[in-house]
């Protein structure tokens, strides 16, 4: 199909277009044709009867259009189609996308003074994502820090304690390495033991907890060293990675990809449920 020739008179007639029907995705990037605009999906509603997708762009602006004919998918036509139904392994009827059982009719608790704190934003959506209907029935809070270098400092000034516990989730967390001394550092200091839980997974960034076949790859590709990684993987996807937009984009399609629990590799599932039990668990059965 020759780009020239998609046009008004295509909208207005399509059944003249043998174009493939794709069901809307979160994080899906799309172009309109008519207004040019290109966006990452954040929603999709139903208004008047009609199905609607909102397009955030780079710059956090949103446009909303209605779906069918008139969109591109990576630089092909298409039409775009309601969400599909969700595959029967996402979410089980009476189970949480974490597994648990589903608390029906209960409203979310007041937060409790104990916290979950992850290094990033996108931590905190893949945490929220998963376990974020375990989390608001049990009251519990997650933060991003932005960073670990200062974790000292920040566990200071939170005055862990009964009642007042903490768990932290830290990306890298092997041995030897920068962040095990950080974290060995955070739990000699005074009030930490039985009040504060440092956990990690091996990994150099939370991205790389999404089993790669939920993406439709064999592994996660290899960054040259001297390359950002998040920037070396969206080039790798051949996805625009040249701005702080682009990379946020990014992420929402790989985030948009995770369903459940089993979509995420088993070294963060173990780690994120050891946290929550740590934090839920009764004071007298915390070591």
Do not use: C
């Not at 008519?34 to 966006?39: A, I, L, N, T």
């Not at 909303?64 to 139904?85: T, V, Y």
């Not at 974290?183 to 960034?205: F, Q, R, T, W």
């Amino acid at each position: 199909m020759q780009y020239q020739t998609w046009g008004p008179q295509e909208i207005a007639a399509p059944s003249k277009k043998d174009l493939p029907e794709v069901p809307v995705e979160r994080g899906m990037v799309l172009e309109d044709v008519q207004s040019g605009w290109v966006g990452a999906v954040t929603r999709v509603e139903k208004s008047g009867g009609m199905h609607v997708v909102t397009l955030e762009d780079r710059r956090g602006k949103s446009r909303s259009f209605r779906l069918g004919f008139g969109f591109l998918l990576e630089g092909q036509p298409i039409r775009l189609m309601p969400p599909a139904a969700k595959r029967p392994a996402s979410a089980p009827a009476g189970r949480t996308a974490s597994g648990s059982v589903r608390v029906e009719g209960q409203r979310a608790q007041v937060a409790k003074a104990s916290r979950i704190w992850v290094e990033g934003k996108h931590d905190a959506e893949l945490v929220e994502k998963v376990w974020g209907d375990d989390l608001r029935v049990e009251g519990i809070v997650v933060e991003p820090l932005h960073g670990i270098d200062d974790l000292a400092g920040a566990v200071a000034a939170f005055r862990p304690g009964p009642g007042r516990r903490l768990g932290v989730l830290v990306d890298h967390l092997v041995p030897d390495s920068k962040e095990s001394r950080i974290a060995e550092a955070v739990m000699a200091s005074p009030g930490a033991a039985g009040n504060v839980l440092i956990v990690g997974h091996p990994y150099v960034d939370v991205w790389q907890a999404i089993r790669p076949s939920v993406l439709g790859i064999a592994q996660w590709p290899v960054v040259p060293r001297g390359t950002d990684w998040k920037t070396g993987i969206l080039a790798a996807f051949g996805w625009p990675h040249a701005t702080k937009e682009d990379i946020g984009l990014g992420w929402q399609k790989l985030l948009g990809a995770v369903r459940t629990y089993a979509d995420l590799e088993p070294s963060l599932l173990g780690r994120v449920e050891e946290v929550i039990d740590f934090l839920t668990a009764p004071e007298s059965t915390v070591p």
